[in-house]
């Protein structure tokens, strides 16, 4: 089965240290998406790429957080100087440019400390 | 602004019975509406969607209904397994752009044996 894998699945980092996450999405999947969500929310729209491009990005995503999907396959999420509200689950998902439905990996749990 | 929002977060249901999920949205230009289903540490899962000209669909067990003057869609469990027992997320999306899902706030489901 090659659905959306995320890694690493957990990341207990220190305030002020910098992580990247990072995202392989369904390799026919030409659209990937990353989310967070936080205790008793819904995930958020964080930013999307279409093939390479990141075509749009949400205000939530300030300017410490970056990422990147070189030759439109995998994709990192790097988050500079954390702070304790960045703690959260980040989410991936990949979809067809044909289609709405996203599949979503299985997250990577951030701890800031 | 919640777009999208599911007003019960805990829904308890006997095994066998029907569960009924409820969701609301106040933007006029999501047309296209979908379920995921969330075990705890895994990402969500997509379960069923339905498009903005349709009002009903159905795959197995799984109904969703869509009320489009009331902006209000629901989904239907039959019958309800143990199975089921998990937090399910309605979300919403529009067609057209980057077509990033808005999600509401989560509703636990419990079958109860």
């Known amino acids: 089965d090659t659905g959306v894998s995320q890694n690493p699945r957990h990341k207990i980092t220190k305030r002020g240290q910098n992580v990247t996450f990072r995202c392989d999405p369904i390799?026919?999947?030409?659209?990937l998406y990353w989310y967070r969500q936080t205790l008793g929310q819904g995930p958020e729209f964080l930013t999307y790429?279409?093939?390479?491009?990141?075509?749009?990005k949400s205000r939530l995503l300030s300017d410490r957080f970056s990422a990147e999907r070189p030759k439109g396959s995998f994709s990192t999420l790097e988050i500079q100087r954390t702070e304790q509200g960045d703690s959260a689950m980040y989410l991936c998902?990949?979809?067809?440019?044909?289609?709405?439905?996203?599949?979503f990996g299985p997250g990577t749990r951030l701890t800031v400390l | 602004d919640q777009q999208v929002k599911q007003n019960s977060p805990s829904l308890s249901v006997q095994e066998g019975r029907i569960s009924i999920l409820n969701c609301d949205y106040t933007?006029?230009?999501?047309?296209?509406f979908l379920w995921y289903k969330k075990y705890p540490a895994e990402g969500p899962t997509f379960l069923i969607s339905?498009?903005?000209?349709?009002d009903k669909n159905e795959d197995g067990r799984f109904t969703v209904f869509l009320n489009k003057s009331a902006k209000h869609l629901s989904l239907h469990i039959v019958p309800s397994q143990p199975g089921d027992s998990a937090v399910y997320f309605c979300?919403?999306?529009?067609?057209?752009?980057?077509?990033?899902?808005?999600f509401g706030q989560g509703t636990r489901l419990t079958i109860n044996p």
């Open positions: 998902a990949s979809s067809l440019y044909s289609g709405v439905e996203q599949f």
């Open positions: 390799s026919e999947h030409n659209r």
């Open positions: 790429f279409q093939n390479e491009a990141q075509l749009e």
């Open positions: 933007n006029s230009m999501f047309d296209y």
């Open positions: 339905i498009s903005s000209i349709k």
């Open positions: 979300a919403a999306s529009a067609v057209q752009g980057a077509q990033k899902l808005v």
